[in-house]
């Protein structure tokens, strides 16, 4: 199959320098946004700083599948939390052919579909709860994704793509039919993109990048530097890896290295902003069921303890309720 038509769901910050790139790459990019965004984009459209250099797409837009119609492929953007909600509305994007490659972070709904080793089959309720997900999309036609790519937006509303652009794909059963296909899509689009021999190991690496820093700095608000500088949070931060890695392992997956070295050396770091501090900021909702309720979900499974995962997560649920009504 020819891929032309590409459809990107929930353009944010990666998605929305996904659409730049693929259209400057020539494929025929659309963007399945909310109502609210549907003006706005069409008439701006995304403005990419990459670099030195400045680029520029109007991709078509629409806030309802119908008005899109069949693609070739469709990659899925939106976070974890939204994803329930779109699922059901993908149906008239898809014909007998089109692939659905979801960008993700923590373990996905599709992570025990087909995979080789323990819990193989089980449905994860903290991110998949009555099959909401998993009875709207075929897991026969999915590839999971794990980006790393920095990507922040701009005061001015452009995107600003600020490090790496690392993309590593892969089917949940491994057997990464088509995968070179699509992996050949982003490359053209820029992506360093590799078809993963086993994409369950990205994604749990991936994870384990993500599981310290991203919740402890949306609940004290606090840049990467600062929590690295006080000790006692630091500690945490090697906890909530070390625990993230028991899980790992008990998966019969590579949990890496002890995160102790890594870690150290907070004060040569810049001040950064983690994903999930900067969607605190923004009155966002937060990624922390796909990556605190699935490991803590897997960890009771496995038989694995992760106490302070459990509280870090309870922390952090109340956090953003306090937020959503100091809002209100």
């Keep these: 199959m020819t891929i032309s038509r590409i459809c990107i769901v929930g353009p944010g910050a990666i998605g929305g320098m996904m659409a730049v790139k693929m259209v400057k790459a020539g494929f025929d990019v659309s963007a399945l946004v909310r109502p609210a965004r549907v003006k706005v984009m069409s008439e701006a459209g995304i403005t990419l700083h990459d670099d030195s250099e400045v680029l520029h797409a109007v991709p078509k837009v629409a806030s309802t599948a119908d008005a899109l119609g069949p693609q070739d492929l469709v990659i899925l953007t939106v976070k974890e939390t939204a994803l329930k909600d779109v699922a059901p509305a993908l149906g008239p994007l898809l014909d007998d052919d089109t692939q659905v490659v979801q960008i993700t972070n923590g373990i996905p709904w599709w992570f025990f579909a087909a995979f080789d080793g323990p819990l193989r089959g089980a449905r994860l309720a903290s991110v998949d709860r009555e099959g909401c997900i998993s009875s709207h999309i075929d897991v026969a036609r999915h590839v999971g994704g794990v980006i790393n790519c920095g990507v922040s937006w701009r005061e001015d509303g452009a995107l600003s793509h600020d490090h790496s652009n690392q993309l590593f794909i892969g089917r949940p059963d491994n057997s990464n039919e088509g995968t070179e296909e699509i992996a050949s899509v982003f490359r053209a689009a820029g992506y360093n993109t590799e078809v993963a021999e086993s994409i369950h190991q990205q994604v749990m690496s991936k994870l384990l990048a993500n599981i310290s820093f991203n919740p402890v700095s949306a609940l004290t608000m606090a840049t990467i530097d600062?929590?690295?500088?006080?000790?006692?949070?630091?500690?945490?931060?090697?906890?909530?890896?070390?625990?993230?890695?028991?899980?790992?392992?008990?998966?019969?997956?590579?949990?890496?290295?002890?995160?102790?070295?890594?870690?150290?050396?907070?004060?040569?770091?810049?001040?950064?902003?983690?994903?999930?501090?900067?969607?605190?900021?923004?009155?966002?909702?937060?990624?922390?069921?796909?990556?605190?309720?699935?490991?803590?979900?897997?960890?009771?499974l496995l038989n694995v303890p992760v106490p302070l995962a459990r509280t870090v997560y309870g922390l952090l649920r109340v956090r953003q309720q306090a937020a959503l009504v100091a809002r209100a």
């Design 226 to 300: 600062l929590l690295l500088n006080d000790e006692m949070v630091a500690h945490t931060l090697i906890g909530l890896t070390n625990e993230g890695r028991a899980v790992t392992q008990a998966l019969g997956l590579d949990p890496g290295p002890d995160p102790s070295e890594r870690l150290k050396g907070g004060s040569k770091l810049k001040a950064s902003k983690t994903s999930m501090l900067q969607d605190m900021e923004r009155g966002k909702p937060l990624e922390i069921d796909s990556i605190l309720a699935t490991v803590i979900e897997v960890a009771g």
